[in-house]
């Protein structure tokens, strides 16, 4: 039972331009999310996060949005550069169990084109 | 800051034989360490999570007998595969958290488990 899903296992965009990559789950109890990015050879890196009592968050060139209705977040990367090419792992948890209980989506491999 | 490392990167052993991984946090002290498992094109699924000085907590379906945790120090944690066999081919990474509960966990870079 996938309780986070990532549908587009790839994603590709052009420099410049804005990436989004999406994020549903089914598990009401989630309240908080996150997304890591993860290079070749490298852990997951943490990315930015949003607890549900907020619907956007912003850092930068990264903006979460969360829709608490729909059960679907968003990562938006505006202007995407070449170096944010890399797997996006979104990931969901239940308050009561802290930042401790993580469940991952399967990723979505962004290429930016130049 | 926040560095996790991990070892070996990759291991390839017979079935039947016992592989250890070692994940370290290298500039900070961990409170709480977590392994987590992933096959191909599935997500990372968190196997358990250890305590500094405690055992480990393990999840659901996951065989603490085969796979045997030991957090004894604040900056190591150790995974060991016993008596591996093919199924348990995996990438295993782990991560690790400076205070409980509230932190964002850093992951080390995996380790790429091969039993033949």
């Known amino acids: 039972d996938q309780q986070v899903k990532q549908n587009s296992p790839s994603l590709s965009v052009q420099e410049g331009r804005i990436s989004i990559l999406n994020c549903d789950y089914t598990n009401s109890m989630f309240d908080y999310f996150l997304w890591y990015k993860k290079y070749p050879a490298e852990g997951p890196t943490f990315l930015i996060s949003?607890?549900?009592?907020?619907d956007k968050n912003e850092d930068g060139r990264f903006t979460v949005f969360l829709n608490k209705s729909a059960k679907h977040l968003s990562l938006h990367i505006v202007p995407s550069q070449p170096g944010d090419s890399a797997v996006y792992f979104c990931?969901?948890?239940?308050?009561?169990?802290?930042?401790?209980?993580?469940?991952f989506g399967t990723g979505t491999r962004l290429t930016i084109i130049p | 800051g926040a560095v996790v490392s991990q070892h070996p990167s990759r291991v390839i052993c017979k079935s039947g034989t016992s592989v250890k991984i070692e994940c370290r946090s290298l500039?900070?002290?961990?409170?709480?360490m977590f392994w987590y498992r992933q096959f191909p094109k599935q997500s990372l699924m968190l196997m358990a999570t250890s305590n500094e000085g405690s055992k480990a907590t393990y999840e659901q379906g996951v065989e603490k007998d085969k796979f045997l945790i030991n957090h004894a120090s604040l900056t190591l944690s150790t995974l060991t595969v016993t008596s591996a066999h093919p199924e348990d081919s995996s990438f295993y990474i782990c991560s690790a958290s400076r205070r409980v509960r509230t932190d964002t966990q850093y992951f080390g870079p995996g380790t790429r488990l091969t039993v033949l």
């Open positions: 949003i607890s549900s009592i907020k």
């Open positions: 990931a969901s948890s239940d308050s009561n169990f802290g930042n401790e209980k993580l469940t």
């Open positions: 500039d900070f002290q961990a409170t709480t």
